[in-house]
């Protein structure tokens, strides 16, 4: 992985208003192409949109659209958990095709990402070409339980500093710190180095967004989506759909096969030695698994 990675300036850039504040967009690519322009959904939640900025490798067929959610990045940073809600993240997708003028759309949509897309293509919305869930977040109890496996697998040095955590972060313990690191190299990313748009990414985390809707870890929830789960409204899905991961996702391929299985006519991609950022560790197969799905559902 070349850390210094070039990736394109954005070609426009700008705020679409929303009730509750502004949300920041940049967008690539020809705006006047007859092609769907790509709609890209960052994680987290409060993880900003720079670290999707590889999929700007698709701006040379289609327009390719990221923004940061309300209270991320360059958006609006109101503070307010009202705003902290799944319906209200989905909303700014609306408002974000409105201000644009995205008659027709694909819909891309990594881990929490994956969470808003769905939600979104569950409502059967006029416009929508595709939807990409890449290492979805789609059950909260699913993803403990994938990821408590993965835990088990970890070091036993590793395991023994999350225990006595409780695998509730850090906290100032550098053993405890390691772990994370290790689990984070197996699942998280797999890049050596990470790029420097990844790295630009997690240090602009929206940390206090992050532990209200999720929690201390990747691999432990005590916030708001504790109970999350759509997968009893997943056959609701009527846009041609694909399911990607990595091969050590933290969406596991377990879990994100029986997701496919539940959305009629879904189609499942796993990619080798990847983990949750495919399109960062393995960009080359990502990007012809993506493109390809996308031409076919034109």
Known sequence: ??????????????????????????????????????????????????????????????????????????????????????????????????????????????????????????????????LTLSGPLLSTARWIADNDDYIRALSQEAQDALARSGGRGADHDPKVAMALAEYNRRHLCRADPWPDFLERAMNGTNTTVYNAMWGPTEFICTGTLQRYDCTGRLSHIQAPTLVICGQYDESAPSSC??????????????????????????????????????KESE
Not at 64 to 71: E, G, K, N, P, S
Not at 266 to 292: K, Y
Request: charged share 20%; no cysteine; glycine share 10%.
């Open 1 to 130: 992985m070349n850390r210094t990675q070039t990736i394109p300036a954005p070609e426009s850039s700008g705020f679409v208003e929303t009730p509750e504040g502004r949300i920041w967009y940049r967008s690539n690519g020809d705006r006047h192409t007859d092609r769907p322009a790509l709609v890209g959904i960052h994680g987290g939640p409060g993880v900003p949109h720079d670290y999707l900025l590889p999929l700007t490798a698709l701006s040379g067929e289609r327009r390719v659209i990221l923004y940061d959610q309300l209270d991320v990045g360059k958006s609006d940073k109101p503070g307010d958990p009202k705003n902290w809600t799944v319906p209200r993240f989905v909303a700014e997708i609306d408002a974000l095709r409105k201000a644009l003028g995205l008659e027709r759309i694909h819909l891309f949509g990594n881990s929490w990402g994956g969470t808003i897309a769905a939600e979104y293509a569950i409502g059967r919305p006029q416009g929508l070409a595709s």
């Open 257 to 294: 096969h029986d997701f496919s299985k539940m959305i009629p006519g879904a189609q499942l991609a796993v990619i080798p030695d990847a983990s949750h950022l495919p399109f960062i560790e393995r960009p080359d197969p990502f990007m012809v698994i993506l493109r390809t799905f996308l």
